[in-house]
């Protein structure tokens, strides 16, 4: 019982690194579901423990590769002599076309003890799902396994009515469903690899390093597409969290100051005892925000996110325009209005449509900052506060530096978010520790700094 509390804390504690919240009545409650459901069945413990202890379908893409650690399928490699390649891709077939998981997951097992391994040292790492993963090469069964389905179906389906529609349609529902299950052979090839992994170098460690994090701690340079469509749609969600939190910060302000004089002229009343202080009354205006973001290469994600989090956020501000750039500035106040159906879109949209570059396709921060001043400096006022988003890479040209001056003279505030880490600003052609010394510049990596970020200095 005692190692078994000890892969619950342990759970805890890595969920809790990958940023899960989980408090100690969770974690007992975790501790009744075990006792409640038993080690005998592994699945139904695995939801177990998730109803217990998550909060949202969103955590589970960390939580199943982190119970598969601390609760794994078997200890040591599978029984007996490992298979020949040919072998193993004979019966994955036969496995995928069947659907057969049971026999989907020893194969797994098989394939990272035989083809992953590498290393011969005892302290060595030991094994590779991307090294099994190229050697077994299950993407290329795709035709085989539908043959062999097909076989099982007697010959295929069709409508009857001679045009192939039917047929076509059913080929590609099943294309669909053979992909779906290799997909899921190849996360077992992973979870069978971390396993034997952890079984070297330890539990905890694999946990930390070793299990993808969920999508708002991925850095936006290094996200990829699912994370990055998983992202916008979480725009929604998140975007109501930080309209209250704008909301309270206005309701706040708004209460004003003590007015010291009539307060003092109010406690006479009370024989000069200031029982009720008197506030300064404030009316609040709703400020406007304007965003130049930078739209090129890997830093486009970062700016897509912000531009739409921040129109989601529309209600929370008078006026806001938005301005792309790559080498030229153009306004896509419009496009990320039309664009609200469809998010996935509007990377596209925005390349598409605007004016973002001029005869070379490479970011230049000193052409597009100073046509901004130049073009749309009415843009620019008391009320307004400006986000420059980008990584201030210059490609070693001009940064303007006086165009930035000239918006920080007129603006409200200027934010500079750069989705770089601190340690990079001002290697090779980052202009960034320049810009820096003119306006407030902060590390904006991840989705959830930056909804920390935003919740902090959008102005109320």
């Not at 790559?326 to 879109?345: I, M």
């Amino acid at each position: 019982m005692t190692e078994v509390a000890e892969r619950i804390t342990g759970l805890v504690g890595a969920l809790r690194a990958h940023g899960v919240r989980i408090g100690t009545g969770e974690t007992v409650d975790a501790a009744r579901a075990v006792e409640a459901l038993g080690l005998a069945d592994r699945e139904l413990l695995r939801e177990g423990l998730a109803a217990t202890l998550l909060h949202g379908p969103g955590q589970r893409a960390v939580f199943d590769p982190v119970f598969d650690l601390y609760f794994p399928r078997a200890v040591g490699g599978p029984d007996g002599a490992g298979a020949g390649r040919d072998e193993l891709r004979d019966r994955l077939a036969r496995a995928l076309a069947a659907g057969d998981q049971a026999m989907m997951a020893r194969l797994a097992a098989e394939a990272v003890d035989g083809m992953g391994g590498y290393g011969s040292s005892p302290g060595s790492d030991g094994f590779s799902a991307y090294q099994t993963l190229e050697r077994l090469r299950p993407q290329t069964l795709l035709a085989r396994v539908r043959s062999d389905v097909r076989g099982r179906d007697g010959g295929g389906s069709g409508n009857g009515n001679g045009n192939g529609n039917g047929t076509d349609f059913a080929d590609r529902l099943l294309d669909d469903e053979i992909r779906r299950r290799i997909e899921q052979f190849r996360r077992m090839v992973g979870a069978e690899a971390r396993r034997r992994v952890a079984e070297r170098r330890g539990r905890d460690e694999i946990a930390r390093r070793g299990v993808v994090p969920t999508a708002d701690r991925v850095d936006f340079l290094f996200a990829g597409r699912d994370q990055l469509a998983e992202l916008r749609r979480a725009v929604s969600p998140l975007a109501r969290k930080l309209a209250t939190r704008l909301a309270a910060r206005r309701r706040r302000a708004a209460r004003g100051t003590v007015d010291l004089r009539r307060t003092l002229r109010s406690s006479l009343s009370t024989g000069g005892v200031p029982m009720r202080p008197v506030l300064r009354r404030r009316r609040p205006v709703r400020p406007e925000l304007v965003l130049l973001c930078d739209v090129s290469g890997s830093v486009s994600g970062f700016s897509d996110f912000t531009m739409l989090l921040v129109q989601a956020l529309h209600d929370q501000f008078s006026k806001i325009r938005v301005f792309a750039f790559v080498n030229r500035l153009d306004e896509v106040t419009g496009l990320l209005e039309r664009g609200r159906a469809d998010p996935d879109g509007l990377s596209a949209r925005i390349r598409a449509e605007a004016t973002l570059t001029g005869w070379h396709g490479s970011s230049d921060y000193g052409v597009a900052l100073g046509e901004f001043a130049e073009r749309y400096g009415d843009a620019v006022g008391p009320r307004t506060t400006v986000f420059v988003l980008g990584d201030a890479r210059t490609n070693m040209s001009d940064p303007n530096l006086a165009a930035v001056r000239e918006v920080a003279r007129r603006a409200r505030r200027v934010y500079w978010l750069n989705p770089e880490p601190r340690g990079q600003w001002g290697t090779g052609d980052s202009a960034a520790p320049a810009y820096a010394d003119l306006v407030e510049m902060h590390e904006c990596r991840t989705a959830r700094q930056l909804s920390a970020l935003i919740a902090r200095l959008l102005p109320v």
